[in-house]
């Protein structure tokens, strides 16, 4: 079946679903496979539980004519979200692409938070940002559409490079290059390379960047990209600074917007970039400066990211849904700076390091010895593999065990790790 007959069928039914367990009414599902499973054997199920059409890759037993066979049924799906962001390019729909190390989701959220203000925008939903997420987001895109907001996760070279074949962004920003999937990317310049594919693409397609200024790689990654918006903490064409982040982060806008203070719900002076992003796109696209402090005051985060909570006397700082070398360095900073004598850190193995992984985690092994902590619980991952004074227990769980036997009054906690650590089960 060609993918312009695929589409027509999608328009009259523009549901996609993946997982069976999710179905409804008139959805088209399609089969997708992995390591441990195959869509292909639920394909009858799909169409039962109220599927439109089932999309396969495999011979189906007793197939229905509501069951469409290709040769590929991702490469498919990708395809018909190609064809569907074309649909936009005529009338010129914004498409804004975000990738970096650390901060895109936050980033993501805040940006969509700042432009929904203004336009109808959508985005992608959690961080779905990989090679089915990003087809998926946009097949959710509807003809009402004015602004598109698309997160870009990556872990290898080329992946940047090949979402952008299908996502084809007018707009992009990288909000950081840090120490994140170094086991997939080859190093530190592996992964400059890997994000640095989202200009590559703004420069081939006369598109705009937003850059944080302060960040000089940025700014040499950028070269060759005609149209460029700056933002940073100086030197830019939006600056702000960190007029308060003892408990929640205070952002003071000094040029390029008269807003003076935001005074926003996350946790952490190292989310002065991602607020300051915000603050730009929503200048660039003329949204009003009272709708972009608003918006940005207005927003909460969920999902353990940046997430400050109280609970009887205490405090926890509940950032566990990723980490790397960067993001857990300037959480662990930062908790130091917070007003506070009684503080407790419990940190997550951090993944998909490689070679570099046991050293990476003596690194943060260190940072924590220059400080004087109440605890240190050290949870999984390569920790096991170096010499410190702290606890350590194999999972999240275990740790939990041991935190609820404690008796914490008046207490501080970091909570931080990568997602398979599942840290906020402590």
């Not at 990288?174 to 420069?203: P, R, V, W």
């Not at 360095?329 to 992984?357: D, Q, R």
């Amino acid at each position: 079946m060609q993918i312009t007959d695929l589409y027509k069928i999608y328009l009259a039914n523009p549901s996609i679903q993946t997982d069976t367990r999710k179905i409804k009414q008139g959805d088209i599902f399609f089969a997708l496979k992995g390591d441990n499973f195959n869509g292909n054997h639920f394909a009858n199920a799909a169409l039962n539980t109220g599927a439109a059409y089932a999309i396969v890759d495999e011979e189906i037993d007793n197939a229905s004519t509501k069951i469409i066979k290709v040769d590929d049924v991702l490469t498919t799906l990708q395809l018909l979200a190609k064809h569907h962001r074309e649909q936009f390019i005529d009338v010129k729909i914004p498409f804004i692409a975000i990738t970096g190390s650390n901060g895109k989701t936050t980033t993501k959220e805040l940006i969509h938070q700042v432009l929904s203000a203004t336009y109808k925008t959508y985005t992608t939903d959690g961080n779905l940002n990989n090679h089915i997420g990003i087809p998926l987001t946009l097949l959710k895109i509807k003809p009402d559409v004015q602004i598109a907001v698309i997160e870009m996760g990556a872990n290898h070279k080329k992946e940047i490079e090949s979402y952008c074949v299908y996502a084809q962004p007018t707009h992009g920003l990288i909000t950081n290059c840090g120490k994140a999937h170094l086991e997939g990317f080859g190093g530190e310049d592996g992964i400059k390379q890997g994000k640095g594919e989202l200009f590559e693409y703004l420069s081939a397609h006369n598109g705009t960047a937003f850059i944080m200024n302060d960040y000089e790689y940025l700014q040499e990654m950028s070269k060759g990209i005609q149209n460029i918006i700056t933002y940073g903490t100086n030197n830019a064409m939006l600056c702000g600074n960190v007029n308060n982040s003892n408990s929640f982060l205070e952002v003071c806008i000094s040029g390029g917007a008269d807003i003076k203070i935001i005074k926003t719900n996350l946790v952490g002076a190292y989310n002065l970039p991602n607020v300051l992003a915000a603050v730009a796109i929503g200048k660039y696209f003329k949204v009003p400066d009272e709708k972009i402090k608003a918006s940005l005051e207005n927003y909460v985060p969920t999902n353990s990211r940046s997430q400050l909570i109280k609970k009887d006397s205490n405090t926890y700082i509940l950032d566990a849904y990723n980490a790397n070398p960067s993001s857990m360095k300037v959480a662990i900073e930062n908790f130091v700076k917070m007003n506070g004598t009684n503080k407790v850190v419990l940190l997550g193995g951090m993944m998909e390091l490689g070679k570099e992984s046991i050293t990476e985690h003596k690194n943060i092994i260190d940072l924590l010895n220059q400080y004087n902590w109440q605890n240190v619980v050290l949870v999984g991952g390569d920790y096991s593999k170096t010499t410190h004074p702290y606890l350590y227990f194999e999972t999240s769980a275990k740790a939990g065990e041991w935190l609820k036997k404690q008796n914490f009054i008046n207490t501080n906690f970091l909570i931080k790790g990568s997602r398979s650590m599942q840290m906020e089960k402590c």
